[in-house]
């Protein structure tokens, strides 16, 4: 199979297709999926994206449209935890909603053949060899499980491994650092499975933090959000962006209530920096990535800054 070379091709139409319903025993529903694609090209890599709490599979078009445009297929699970559906506290599944998220991402790879079959025209254009994972705040945690992240028990031993040599490269969005002692008393109390280890995160990632997400659910500042890149052994990057807050500029949506930080730039610099990235992760030898990241720092009033190891 020939792969094109995105670097030697514009941006194409999208098509998308939802809801797909890929069938999932013991999760009290079908999980309902999103899936976006160029409608040219072959050999085209893939991007599972996990959305942030309370969102579904039809947010994140700023990030998910410019991917596809660009040549990634892009597939949205919606999480139990979507306000789309009603999955309340008293619901059985709730304490173990977080895991849930996870086997989300895996059932997607899982039902593959489910996924090409829904878009016309897709299936034998993909390249399943080449696949991402990308989330962002709590799909973040989602996706850095995938990664080798491991949740710490009370006593502080690390939980089960449910990394999935299936995925190539993560983009972590605005993910939550440590737990323990670094959780406001709220999170501590009601989401104890905030508590990840990165030790064994060993799968090429890029970690994104803007300089000021100041979240309620930690006791600490920003740079809680750089924990996935600092406390993991590499290779990884670090994109920190300057003045961004949670949506890092607005990436759930153009107009969403939630975005209080909206800089069109920004977002732009996200679109191309992580497009950039993941098209170098899961190409040996691409250089996107390195051009990219070099063009800030020749900026004269740059958005934001990167470190690798």
């Known amino acids: 199979m020939s ?6 091709s514009a941006p194409v139409p999208v098509v998308s297709v939802a809801p797909v319903a890929l ?8 999980l309902q999926v999103r899936v976006s694609a160029p409608v040219t090209g072959h050999g085209l890599p893939v991007v599972v994206f996990s959305h942030g709490f309370g969102w579904s599979m039809n947010g994140y078009a700023p990030l998910v449209d410019f991917w596809a445009a660009n040549g ?10 979507s306000r789309t559906l009603d999955v309340t506290p008293d619901d059985p599944r709730h304490p173990e909603i977080w895991r849930f998220r996870v086997a989300d991402l895996r059932r997607v790879l899982d039902e593959f053949d489910r996924v090409e079959d829904a878009v016309p025209g897709l299936r034998g254009r993909v390249d399943r060899s080449r696949v991402a994972a990308a989330g962002h705040s709590w799909g973040g945690q989602t996706v ?9 028990g009370a006593d502080g031993t690390p939980g089960e491994d449910m990394s999935d040599p299936r995925v190539g490269a993560g983009v972590l969005l605005a993910t939550p650092g440590t737990g323990g002692t670094d959780l406001s008393p ?5 989401l104890p499975f905030m508590n990840p280890s990165f030790a064994q995160m060993t799968t090429p990632a890029l970690v994104v933090a803007g300089d000021r997400d100041q979240s309620a659910l930690t006791v600490r500042g920003p740079d809680w959000f750089a924990d996935p890149y600092h406390l993991s052994p590499g ?6 962006l300057y003045g961004a807050e949670h ?8 107009s969403v209530a939630e975005t209080t930080d909206e800089s069109p730039d920004r977002v732009a610099l996200l679109q191309r ?3 950039a990235y993941l098209r170098s992760a899961l190409q040996p030898g691409d250089g996107n990535w390195a051009a990219a990241s070099a063009e800030l720092t020749t900026s004269t009033h740059p958005l934001g800054r990167v470190e690798s190891r």
Do not use: Y
């Open 72 to 81: 990634f297929v892009v597939v949205q699970p919606t999480h139990l935890d």
């Open 247 to 254: 949506a890092l500029g607005g990436i759930p949506g153009w």
């Open 3 to 8: 792969h094109s070379d995105p670097r030697a």
């Open 235 to 240: 290779p990884k990057s670090l994109l920190t």
């Open 273 to 275: 920096l992580t497009l």
């Open 23 to 30: 069938p999932a025993p013991g999760r009290g529903e079908d």
């Open 186 to 190: 709220f999170a501590a109390e009601h």
């Open 144 to 152: 850095s499980m995938l990664l080798g992240a491991r949740v710490l």
